[in-house]
């Protein structure tokens, strides 16, 4: 009786650690960068996620932002679900409905961490992502609240 | 005929690639982007859709679009749109302005926007023609339908909008008012079936006002809202009257309303839509009432990603038409549609798909007396009770 509850207390500092394991990893896949005209340094996730949809375009400091995506990889898949809550089908469809309607423009999509880092460092008011490791030379990091 | 059919399917795999282009026009970026899609429908029995589809089937169902916007200010955009389509009698290759407004932001709350502006009813009215953005190759018949998307498609006005966020819990309330005038094309199913009859159409148009509010709840997923939308519609054109010769008529709306109530929900992969859409109209000349409509439509759709590029959905759409007051002189009538549909949609790259599909339909509405899919114009020798389609269907955008 006594082997089996320490059994299932293992079990649940396991699983517990499991969780919280999963999470840390899943709040650090993502490293949000800006142009150094963005004066903020940081944005809470709600501003971010109107940034990227588009109902913004300047942030509560009244900094001008456009958005910047990836074309696909594991660290555009984390940041459209942690931050834009849609599958990156669901956030295409959403593009392409403001496009063809007139309410909105396709945002610049790049293919790697290098090219994010570097066309966000030359555009003036651009917000994009990439992964932890990735260089940030050039761009400011934000901290997303 | 198939020679056409393989341009059109050439053209598509070329232009799938199409990336969309941007150019710098008093330094200010300029986008473009394009949409086309080309299908085919099969019936067992009755012709569809002014299509004579019930032989080998028809590919008369193409449409294309094209647009131009730029962000002027952080605040202020223009852009205009163009679109063509060809559906068995409908459209007939010639090609309108689909939207063309200049829009300013003062708020993410406050917003306006006018000119030519797609008018935002229920889930899916200002985007019914963007086939790439929906599971289903038809949206449901019962509230969109395509023979009469110049109906409640755009209206040359404006609009006031804006998205209000309640905070975390009560989630996030979007609306749109919009008031300006509509013109049907000559190339749409009233001409269509008016002009089958023996009527000279000359045009349905008028003041179309209206708002839709939708609520984005704070059940992650769930989206709901109401719309509705007000009318006062003329109809022009003559009848040849025997022994009399052409005499010109005038209907004018005495009420013309639409209320449509829907919801959405999402959770991961799956989708599922209901709505509901209640047209009522009166018309007549000098107050004296000549046609009384009541049409009531709903469906729910749902849909699943079942693997990366691969979607199947299903829908159940019905459909009710009443006529209480008939036209010349006719006794009241009744008619329904009721249609079951499977849909399995490919995504072949980022910007084409192929779609098929299969409807299974109860009824044809009322074809002598209202255009919704079913005409006497393509079905000379009567209608059977029910009709069994295939839709195959590819698109792309850029």
Redesign the interface.
């Known amino acids: 009786m006594m082997k089996r509850r320490i059994q299932m207390k293992s079990f649940h500092v396991m699983f517990v650690a499991l969780i919280l394991a999963s999470t840390l990893a899943w709040a650090g896949s993502v490293k949000v960068i800006a142009n150094s005209s963005v004066s903020a340094s940081a944005v809470s996730s709600d501003e971010l996620k109107s940034v990227f949809l588009e109902e913004k375009n300047s942030l509560a400091d009244g900094s001008h932002v456009e958005p910047v995506l990836a074309k696909g990889g594991a660290v555009h898949e984390a940041f459209v679900k942690q931050y834009l809550d849609k599958s990156d089908a669901a956030l295409q469809t959403y593009y392409r409905s403001l496009v063809f309607t007139g309410k909105g423009s396709m945002p610049k999509a790049v293919g790697s961490d290098a090219e994010m880092v570097s066309y966000v460092a030359k555009t003036k008011g651009a917000i994009g992502y990439v992964s932890p490791e990735a260089s940030a030379e050039g761009v400011k990091t934000l901290e997303v609240k | 005929m198939i020679r056409r059919l393989i341009a059109v399917l050439i053209f598509f795999a070329c232009a799938g690639w199409l990336p969309?282009q941007e150019f710098k026009l008093f330094d200010r970026t300029v986008?473009v982007?394009g949409?086309a899609s080309q299908g085919f429908i099969h019936t067992d029995d009755n012709n569809w859709l002014t299509m004579y589809t019930s032989n080998i089937g028809s590919g008369e169902f193409t449409d294309l679009?094209a647009?131009a916007?730029t962000?002027i200010t952080?605040?202020f955009?223009i852009?205009?749109?163009i679109y063509d389509r060809n559906l068995g009698h409908l459209g007939k290759w010639h090609p309108s302005l689909d939207?063309a407004?200049a829009?300013y932001k003062f708020k993410?709350w406050l917003g306006i926007?006018g000119g030519k502006v797609?008018t935002v009813m229920g889930l899916y009215n200002?985007?019914q023609d963007?086939d790439?953005?929906h599971t289903f190759a038809l949206l449901p018949q019962s509230v969109y339908p395509i023979d009469l998307r110049d109906t409640t498609i755009a209206h040359e006005g404006g609009d006031i909008f804006g998205?209000i966020?309640l905070g975390n819990r009560p989630g996030t309330l979007s609306y749109t008012a919009f008031a300006g005038h509509r013109q049907d094309s000559q190339y749409g199913g009233y001409a269509y079936l008016l002009t089958n009859q023996g009527m000279t159409f000359d045009g349905i148009g008028g003041l179309q006002y209206g708002g839709d509010l939708r609520w984005a709840t704070p059940l992650?997923g769930l989206l709901m809202g109401i719309s509705r939308m007000n009318q006062d519609m003329s109809l022009k054109g003559a009848v040849n009257m025997p022994g009399i010769g052409s005499v010109a008529i005038r209907l004018n709306d005495m009420s013309d309303w639409t209320n449509q109530y829907y919801g959405q929900y999402?959770w991961k992969?799956l989708v599922v839509d209901a709505e509901y859409r209640r047209y009522y109209m009166l018309m007549g000349s000098n107050g004296v009432p000549s046609a009384e409509e009541d049409i009531r439509g709903w469906y729910l759709a749902g849909s699943y990603?079942i693997a990366k590029r691969v979607q199947l959905g299903s829908y159940y759409s019905r459909y009710w038409i009443s006529f209480p007051i008939a036209y010349v002189g006719q006794p009241p009538a009744t008619g329904h549609d009721y249609d079951k549909v499977v849909t399995g949609r490919v995504d072949l790259n980022?910007f084409m798909n192929i779609k098929v599909e299969g409807h299974f339909m109860d009824g044809y509405g009322l074809p002598n007396l209202y255009p919704n899919g079913f005409y006497t114009g393509v079905n000379p020798l009567g209608l059977k009770p029910n009709t069994i389609a295939l839709v195959v269907k590819t698109g792309f955008?850029f």
Do not use: E, I, M, V
């Open positions: 969309a986008q982007h949409f679009g647009n916007s962000q952080d605040s955009r852009g205009a749109q939207w407004y829009q993410p926007r797609k200002d985007t963007l790439f953005l998205d966020h992650k999402s992969k990603q980022r955008n």
